[in-house]
């Protein structure tokens, strides 16, 4: 995996579904709020999520379920009503995967503070899982909760 989301001029290789906003910025990172979503597809399932405002500030997300069958995250009620999500299909929840020195074997995906934007909005929050005792910040990508590919 790339370990830089930087498109080259010469070789589009960024897809940019979406820009959002998440207005009170990251955990520890309150004055990045605006960022866009970036996918290649020689990646995939990982994407990238960019700040608009400091391309240099960037991270590898997944969906969740892309990687685990049994994640069942539950927010907060005035978390949900803050992002206006009545249903599951309103939400997408991203985890922030941890590379250490582009080793995959030793990678780790934060599960305790997902990213969960309302897709109709596209406005979000990352936030600290109502039920986070049941996950890890340092869940290893491949273990074997992990969805068989």
């Known amino acids: 995996m790339k370990v830089a989301p930087e498109s080259r001029t010469e070789k589009e290789v960024w897809i940019k579904p979406m820009e959002f906003e998440l207005p009170a910025g990251l ?5 990045a709020t605006r960022f866009e979503l970036l996918i290649n597809e020689e990646e995939e ?10 391309h240099e500030l960037a991270f590898v997300v997944i969906e969740p379920s892309k990687i685990l069958n049994d994640y ?9 009503d803050k992002l ?9 929840i991203l985890n922030i995967v941890t590379l250490k020195d582009d080793d995959i074997e030793s ?3 934060n599960l305790v503070g997902p990213i969960v934007l ?10 600290i899982a109502a039920n986070y ?13 992990a969805v068989a590919s």
């Open 107 to 109: 990678a780790t995906v």
């Open 118 to 127: 309302n897709r109709r909005t596209l406005t979000g929050k990352q936030l």
């Open 133 to 145: 005792m049941k996950f890890s910040a340092r869940h290893p990508l491949l273990s074997e909760s």
């Open 84 to 92: 206006d999500i009545h249903c599951s299909e309103d939400a997408l």
């Open 72 to 80: 069942d995250v539950e927010i907060a009620d005035a978390d949900a």
């Open 45 to 54: 399932p990982f994407m990238w999520i960019r700040c608009i405002d400091r």
């Open 27 to 31: 955990i520890g990172l309150e004055d």
